[in-house]
């Protein structure tokens, strides 16, 4: 019997797979979902396949509506999905970057292995866990005036490094240097910036976390090398949060203005969850300063949790920084909306790239990869599930010719919150890390059983997809040893 999806998607090759542009009158481009064939039942019963055909609606759309094989359903785009529109004449949606606007990875190199870590995890894991607040509302150890904040909003994690948290050298090797520029303090609500004023520098909830690892395959050594990932058994920290309340306090606030701002320009969309504006429009150019603001706050965020860290690093081992090699190797942003110019049936164009639990992924070569990996392309950090692994990839020429110079995100969620919470308990989650050795800290025993890894798809399968269809490269793999939950 004929697969359910068999006659909707057409096959490409083994890891692309086309939503036709016939599929719903209206589309504007095809669909194209990078998976494997055996991950399509899951995008098929989820839906989300239906959400790229709606993104396809979108004016200005150019190429395809793109989906990762980390896809699943989100709010109006899916998770996972891609969607370029012309700066010219096409629209910004909010919910093509989502409510964490730069929700993103950090990844931290030492000079430590496995072995002189292991006899201490347990005590490495709970000083992380004291000095990085973390949790639902969790409230930081940085107290700011409005003044103050307006100041971190525009200049990003920059504001931070001024203010002693980290180094320059952090900020060179972060998407953007740690500052979107267009930010503009104004364009940002007084209720969001009230959230956002006592949650600078904590790790918030949900998927968000901070991991100690250690690197167990090295697959590209000249590029391994190059981001100072030297040896099988070197242990890695990795810090995934966001924008916090701020961030989701902005998306919400655009969505209600958008709303409106789609009727008012006569646009027509399947899904008023995809809500827009033209980019060149007041609304649309407001929602890009807010959500740069965002951004700048997000990387301010993450500098100050990677400061932190380092310091318990510190007092735990009984060494400075820079003797444990305590680097950073680069930050990248999973949910946001740039403006980019790429190559659009060979012409150069103006374009409005929304990347919502998507990586930027571009080449060797390209002027805003960092100039100390221009000959290897840009790091790519791809978080899975806190039982399982996690890899370290480069962006390539393919993803720049067919995604937009994306790729995936992480592993993607196989089940809802409710859905994990209902299958197992978090008591049981963490026994069965701990006879792993893998040893977890969480807010609550609930945040833990939502993260299950049952809760997730195997990140592997993910990023063997992105890997075989050219869109990234595989350089290394590292597994947990401890983990913080949010």
């Known amino acids: 019997m004929a697969a359910p999806w068999a006659a909707t998607l057409k096959k490409i090759d083994d890891y692309r797979w086309q939503v036709p542009q016939s599929y719903k009158p209206g589309m504007l481009v095809p669909g194209l979902i990078f998976a494997s064939e055996a991950m399509l039942e899951h995008i098929w019963t989820d839906d989300a396949f239906q959400q790229v055909a709606n993104v ?115 900020s060179a090797v972060t998407e953007e240097s740690g500052c979107l520029q267009g930010a503009n303090p104004d364009k940002v609500s007084v209720k969001a910036k009230k959230r956002g004023i006592p949650q600078l520098g904590t790790l918030g909830s949900g998927n968000h976390f901070l991991e100690v690892q250690v690197v167990d395959e090295i697959y590209d050594p000249n590029a391994a090398t190059a981001m100072g990932i030297n040896d099988v058994g070197q242990v890695l920290l990795l810090i995934h949060t966001g924008s916090r309340g701020l961030g989701h306090e902005v998306c919400g606030d655009y969505i209600k203005l958008l709303v409106d701002a789609t009727a008012r320009y006569g646009i027509s969309l399947p899904d008023r969850q995809l809500a827009c504006a033209p980019v060149q429009s007041a609304e649309g150019q407001a929602y890009l300063a807010a959500m740069a603001c965002a951004a700048n706050y997000a990387w301010t965020n993450r500098q100050c949790i990677a400061h932190w860290a380092r310091e318990a690093f510190v007092r735990v081992f009984g060494k400075g920084p820079r003797v444990l090699g305590l680097e950073q190797v680069y930050d990248v942003a999973h949910n946001i909306a740039k403006l980019e110019t790429h190559v659009v049936d060979g012409v150069r164009q103006a374009l409005c790239v929304h990347r919502k639990g998507a990586t930027r992924a571009f080449p060797s070569g390209h002027p805003d990869v960092p100039g100390i990996y221009r000959n290897i392309g840009q790091p790519v950090l791809i978080p899975g599930d806190m039982g399982r692994c996690s890899y370290v990839a480069v962006g390539t020429e393919r993803a720049m010719r067919e995604t937009f110079g994306s790729t995936c995100h992480g592993a993607g969620r196989l089940q809802s919150r409710h859905a994990a919470k209902r299958s197992q308990r978090g008591s049981e989650v963490a026994q069965a890390l701990a006879a792993r050795g893998i040893i977890v800290k969480a807010d609550s025993m609930g945040s833990l059983a939502e993260e299950a890894s049952e809760a997730y798809k195997d990140v592997t ?17 590292a597994v947990p040893m401890g983990v913080i939950k949010g």
Request: aromatic share 6%; net charge neutral; hydrophobic share 40%.
């Open 56 to 170: 396809a609606f979108l004016p200005g759309i150019v190429g395809h509506s793109l989906a990762m094989p980390d896809i699943h359903w989100g709010y109006g785009f899916p998770i996972g999905g891609v969607a370029a529109t012309r700066a010219s004449d096409g629209v910004v949606s909010p919910g093509g970057v989502g409510f964490d606007i730069n929700c993103g990875v950090r990844l931290l190199r030492t000079n430590l292995t496995k072995e002189e870590v292991k006899p201490r995890i347990e005590r490495l894991v709970n000083e992380l866990y004291a000095s990085i607040p973390s949790g639902l509302g969790s409230e930081g150890k940085i107290r700011l005036s409005e003044r103050e904040l307006d100041k971190v909003l525009a200049k990003g994690s920059q504001w931070a490094v001024q203010a002693g948290y980290g180094d320059a050298e952090d």
């Open 461 to 477: 399968q993910v990023v063997d997809v992105v890997h075989k269809a050219g869109i990234s490269r595989k350089v290394a793999r």
